[in-house]
Nanobody, 127 residues
Framework: QEDLVESGGGLVQAGGSLRLSCAVS????????MCWFRQVPGKEREFAAA????????HYADSVKGRFTISRDNAKNMVYLQMSSLKPEDTAVYLC????????????????????WGQGTQVTVSS
């Protein structure tokens, strides 16, 4: 049984839009903040967005603020990332993650705050 499964990635031209989805198993979804990170080969995983369990506290990286919107539907066990005004530098594998119940030191902006990840979905933005 997969805990997190991302979908919705693809090829889009600069300025276009894309909506990513993350299907989360109930045991993982409940009481967890959720996030989207992105990663390209040879680089560290980069924070993009996160959302509280209740869905009323979103957080965004400065690089995506105003262009991306994270949301969740607890009844459907789904997390979404609506992306607009896409840029070539947004090209990456986008990964959905679930907050650890015991995250330790740090903050939600760091990858080790989360202990479960999906396999990712590729987003490619052409110039």
């Amino acid at each position: 049984q997969e805990d997190l499964v991302e979908s919705g990635g693809g090829l889009v031209q600069a300025g276009g839009s894309l909506r990513l989805s993350c299907a989360v198993s109930p045991r993982t979804f409940i009481m967890h903040a959720m996030c989207w990170f992105r990663q390209v080969p040879g680089k560290e995983r980069e924070f993009a967005a996160a959302i509280s369990y209740t869905g009323d506290i979103p957080h965004y990286a400065d690089s995506v603020k105003g262009r991306f919107t994270i949301s969740r539907d607890n009844a459907k066990n789904m997390v979404y990332l609506q992306m607009s005004s896409l840029k070539p530098e947004d090209t990456a594998v986008y990964l959905c993650g679930a907050e650890s119940l015991n995250p330790g030191s740090g903050s939600l902006y760091y990858t080790n705050w989360y202990d479960l990840w999906g396999q990712g979905t590729q987003v490619t933005v052409s110039s």
